[in-house]
């Protein structure tokens, strides 16, 4: 009897050694993903600034946990759409950091040929059908990709993301009923930053704080995730896929989470404090918090760590000189990729 539970206790502390291990795994590829979101973001700022980029340009950087959390839930063939501040979610997909530099800086070399910039550029063979300029219009497009999978029966999700300011916007509630009404498989991100352009949440939405209860009149379960940490993301996401997957139809997760730059380049984001900004990066930045697991586990080292970044600053640095090098497409390409063909 003794060795049995001698060899009960050993086996149970193989599992959770394992389950441990499998976890810090886990933080450290979202970290490393995370990470890439990030240097790449600065990394967009500064040829911003340099006039190396044009139009509009808005930045994800704080909002990491975010995409990385939800990717974890998704499968191949699933689908992502989104508005413009989609940079993270093509990094998040594994779409080349060089296609998308030379596609901000309007060069041949990027993913629409130079032509789309920030807002417009797509990749189906890694399932992103891209970041949509119009407030709210990636929404009804989302649930037509849902539609599709629904059609075909191969199980797929379409991931819909939308932000604070566009939940508001008529067309959304349309899908929202349509979805409902044909059990779409479709998984509705709200990524609630606190601020749509410079005007807080609190001040353009009635019960600001439940945003993921806006589908209860259409029978559409919704939860509030803390948009901060990766983990919650991403446990939050694989309950919502497990319940689309199974045939229940969509479901909301808002995800609370907080920009540090502004809404887009050109914005001061003088409506809010330097005080406010430096809380949420002191106290709940999504990338130092699993940093500071990583090394509490003492599984991985300050300098692993450091040569992590220096890797990926390489692979931004890199991207940015090919997008510099890449040269303007020709004028020809006015009139390529208008009509298709059918």
């Known amino acids: 009897m003794v060795e049995r539970n001698a060899l009960k206790r050993t086996t149970n502390e193989g599992a959770q050694n394992k389950k441990a291990n499998d976890r810090l795994d886990t933080l450290f590829r979202q970290y490393k993903k995370m990470l890439e979101i990030r240097r790449f973001e600065e990394k967009s700022g500064q040829l911003y600034g340099m006039g190396l980029i044009g139009g509009f340009c808005h930045l994800y950087i704080g909002q990491e946990a975010v995409v990385v959390g939800v990717q974890d839930a998704l499968v191949a063939g699933d689908q992502i759409i989104t508005s413009y501040r989609d940079h993270g979610h093509m990094i998040a997909c594994n779409m080349d950091a060089d296609g998308m530099m030379a596609e901000l800086t309007g060069r041949i070399g990027g993913y629409s040929k130079g032509k789309g910039g920030s807002m417009h550029m797509f990749s189906v063979k890694k399932g992103f059908y891209g970041g949509h300029g119009i407030v709210g219009a990636q929404i009804p497009i989302g649930a037509g990709l849902a539609f599709s999978n629904k059609y075909r029966g191969n199980k797929h999700l379409t991931a819909t993301y939308c932000g604070d300011g566009a939940i508001n916007q008529g067309q959304v509630y349309e899908t929202f009923n349509m979805a409902a009404l044909w059990s779409l498989p479709v998984m509705f991100v ?111 080292s300050a300098e692993t760590l450091k040569a992590v970044d220096k890797d990926i600053k390489a692979v931004v640095s890199k991207a940015a000189s090919f997008a510099q090098e890449s040269p303007e497409p020709d004028s020809e390409e006015l009139y390529t990729d208008i009509f298709h063909d059918a």
Not at 270 to 277: A, H, I, L, P
């Open 190 to 300: 709200v990524e609630n930053n606190m601020y749509g352009m410079g005007t807080s949440v609190a001040r353009a939405s009635a019960n600001s704080e439940d945003l993921h209860r806006r589908g209860e009149a259409y029978g559409i379960p919704g939860m509030a995730v803390n948009g901060m940490d990766v983990e919650e993301v991403a446990t939050a996401a694989q309950e919502a896929a497990t319940h689309i997957r199974a045939g229940k139809g969509p479901i909301i997760l808002e995800m609370k989470t907080y920009r540090y730059r502004g809404h887009s380049m050109s914005d001061p984001a003088k409506y809010r404090t330097k005080q406010e900004v430096d809380e949420v990066r002191n106290h709940s930045d999504p990338i130092e918090h699993v940093r500071e697991i990583l090394l509490a586990s003492r599984s991985f």
